[in-house]
């Protein structure tokens, strides 16, 4: 039953949504200026017009009533924004900001134009809030160790720096001596495999070889300290070799 | 004629001497070696009979039984006549017994344990015997009365108790186990806290609650602290806890990575690895307040996991990778004298003395892609025995002070559960079910 409803409701939006895309295209067809009147005998008057906007000034987001009067126009077209209208008529009209609206009489007789300017007062601003002082442009220090710091990977059941990681270290090695004043913890880590005890001595040794390499670099071995974690903090859980490569690691934590 | 006399004496003297020694070695410890088909002492049990009919006197009573069959059961000493070959009736007192009954081919139990209960006054009283069925001058082993509270707590202490008296009596002298615990690591509330439990898996609750992470606990010798590893702070480090009133005792913050701490026999110091001095980890000991730090170990790598010679405390057993890759080695309690153990290979770790000092228990994975497995190492003959069949890995394996069983995790079904069971590594048994469970620790006999 209920499925029927909604299917009949569907061809009633349906049907109505047609009808309503019909009707509305009939619209513009109203609008389409009427045959131009047969040619004069006589020379044809001058067509005239005037507009006025009242009031000619607003606050924003006020309407102003536009009115005008054309006479032997055979086309009144007022812009911006409205296009031909009537010979005689009266519009209401919400400008954003201060505009000048032309109209403009059209006649076998010649051309007239005539302007309305309406004046749109716009708020001030609100006063600008008092911000605090801008970041300086550079980033934090934890977001530089973040990216110039990289973990440091090993090879099963080994401590020692593969040449894949010498680079890293190096660089690492740079930061530390341009920031003097950045402590660190360096946590070894193993993959699940093995002992969990064993693990626990492989990661410290980890975390010592690569605490090593730096103090060879120039860093005050002072600035760092070392923890294992052994096989406690995987930061990859599946059981393959990519996932265990990623945990056998020496990472970074800036001592505060 | 000579020679075939001589020769048929010297067969009839080795059989003889062989059997005197098999009987000096069958005695009280039931011997090791993988399903070496030792039977036990047969026993029956029939049910003890709730003397009251109300709910509560039903309830505790089959607790009791169950506790008791199951103590009796593991206990590595009985074997027990499977109640359906039991005569019919109710065994509450010493006229339900007829002893002709129970001796009858199919049965044929040597020893009947039987009694009744009485759960009143807010207690559960157990009027509990032992006959030797075999000994008509003198049946009674064992006539006690034991009682406690009418909680099921109350019903399981009773029936340990009572379990234990007649594992002592009939296993040679050597205390039962079924008052022991167990400490272990669980990660069932989200960070890996301390836990102990009672040596069957029951009554099991949380002894810390750092939300950080906790591993590697060791009993101290009188069961009343436990000295464990400790990240609290963001560094491994040892903290020891009572385990009665969980109250913190200092132990001297080493630095580096601190782990694996484990009491020496006497109690008075911890022996434990910690990188502090260097670049991985030794073995030091210090006294068990952390004070007096020794190095016993000076080599290249992982130095972890010691464990001390329980009988004699002369001797340390620990892991190296000194030789490439994880081994177990023993030197004396000075450093001095450094042997490896286990020569074939293949990965050897988490040592665990027997409390005989005779054995050592330990995980050996003997291929990268093989799991680990439990083997006990016979100091003497240098033979290796499997207890465990892999099914997943089996790690670190824990003596109870009997010397007759083992608690060890295992993965296999799984997640990392405890599990105990025999020293010949049957009658395996789950002891946790929820989470993710590690490094059991069996303690002494606790002082009652």
Redesign the interface.
């Known amino acids: 039953m209920t499925v029927f409803r909604f299917k009949n409701l569907g061809l009633l939006l349906l049907f109505l949504l047609v009808f309503v895309t019909f009707s509305c295209s009939k619209k513009p067809v109203a609008v389409q200026p009427p045959p131009p009147p047969p040619p004069p005998v006589v020379p044809a008057p001058a067509p005239t017009i005037t507009l006025r906007a009242n009031p000619a000034t607003v606050e924003r987001g006020q309407p102003v009533t536009l009115a005008w009067q054309a006479q032997n126009a055979a086309t009144v077209q007022i812009d911006p924004g409205i296009g031909a209208v009537m010979a005689t008529g009266n519009r209401m009209v919400n400008p954003a900001s201060s505009v000048t609206y032309t109209a403009k009489a059209t006649g076998p007789g010649g051309e007239a134009t005539d302007i309305a300017r309406v004046t749109v007062n716009v708020p001030p601003p609100p006063p600008p809030v008092e911000r605090p002082a801008p970041k300086p442009p550079d980033v934090s220090i934890d977001e530089l160790l973040r990216q110039r710091v990289q973990d440091v990977l090993f090879d099963y ?1 080994k401590s020692d720096i593969r040449p894949s990681e010498v680079a890293k270290l190096q660089a690492s090695a740079a930061f530390f001596k341009e920031h003097s004043e950045v402590r660190v ?1 360096i946590d ?1 880590n193993a993959d699940e495999r ?5 693990n ?6 980890r ?3 690569v ?2 390499f730096l103090v060879m670099q120039g860093v005050n071995a002072n600035r760092m ?6 096989e ?1 903090r995987p930061v990859c859980r599946e059981q393959t070799e990519d996932c265990y490569q990623k945990n056998r690691r020496a990472g970074f ?1 800036r001592n505060p | 004629m000579m020679k075939k006399i001589l020769a048929l004496a010297i067969v009839v003297a080795a059989v003889t001497f062989s059997r005197g020694l098999y009987a000096r070695v069958q005695t009280p410890q039931i011997q090791t070696g993988t399903r070496s088909g030792v039977i036990g002492v047969k026993i029956a049990v029939p049910e003890f009979q709730p003397l009251g009919a109300d709910a509560k006197s039903l309830q505790l009573t089959e607790l009791f039984n169950k506790v008791l069959w199951d103590d009796l059961d593991y206990s590595g000493v009985l074997t027990l006549v499977s109640r359906s070959f039991y005569p019919l009736g109710k065994f509450s007192g010493p006229g339900d017994i007829k002893p002709e009954d129970w001796t009858a081919p199919a049965i044929d139990a040597q020893f009947i344990a039987f009694g009744n209960s009485r759960v009143g006054d807010g207690r559960i009283t157990v009027e509990a015997r032992l006959w030797d069925l075999k000994r008509p001058d003198n049946r009674e082993a064992i006539g006690k009365r034991l009682g406690s509270t009418d909680t099921e707590e109350g019903a399981r202490l009773i029936a340990h108790q009572f379990a234990d008296l007649i594992i002592e009596l009939i296993g040679g002298g050597i205390k039962g186990v079924s008052l022991t615990k167990i400490a272990y690591i669980s990660d069932r509330t989200g960070a ?1 806290e301390l836990y102990m439990m009672d040596y069957d898996g029951n009554d099991s609750h949380a002894l810390t609650n750092e939300k950080s ?1 906790v ?2 606990p060791s009993w101290s010798p009188d069961g009343e602290k436990i000295a464990f ?1 400790s ?1 609290k702070l ?3 480090n040892i903290e020891i806890l009572s385990r009665i009133d969980r109250k913190p005792y200092n132990f001297v913050r080493q630095g ?2 601190t ?2 701490p484990v009491w020496s026999p006497d109690g008075s110091k911890i022996a434990y ?1 910690t ?1 502090r001095d ?4 030794e073995i030091y000991v210090a006294d068990w307040n952390g004070r007096n730090a020794k190095r016993l170990t000076v080599s290249k ?5 010691p464990f001390w010679n329980p009988r004699t405390g002369r001797e340390i057993a620990f ?1 190296s ?1 000194r030789s490439g ?2 081994q177990i080695y023993i030197m004396d309690a000075e450093g001095t004298n450094v042997r490896r153990i286990i020569m074939d290979g293949g ?1 050897a ?2 040592p665990a003395w027997s409390p005989d000092g005779q054995r050592i228990a330990f ?1 050996w ?1 003997k291929s990268r892609t093989s799991y ?1 497995d439990i083997y006990v190492h016979d100091l003497a003959s240098g033979k290796n025995d499997q207890l465990t069949q892999s099914a997943g890995d089996n ?2 394996p824990t003596w109870s002070p009997d010397g007759r069983h083992l608690a060890f995790e295992s993965t296999r079904n799984g997640s990392s559960h405890i599990y105990s069971m025999l020293a010949d590594g049957t009658k395996v048994r789950q002891l946790t079910q929820s989470g993710k469970n ?2 059991p620790a069996w303690s002494g006999y606790l002082g009652q």
Request: zero cysteines; charged letters at 20%; aromatic letters at 6%.
């Open positions: 059941d913890t070894g093995g002992s969990q005890e064993y626990l001595g492989l990661g410290d040794r975390a010592n070889t605490k090593e300290m070392t923890v294992s974690y052994g406690e934590t | 890996k992470i591993l590697t590893t990240f963001n560094q491994a580096g990575t782990t694996t690895a990188s260097g670049s991985d980890t790598g992982v130095d972890i996991s892991v990778d890759t994880a990965t770790v988490n995980a994975q680990f790690e670190r590690q490094g």
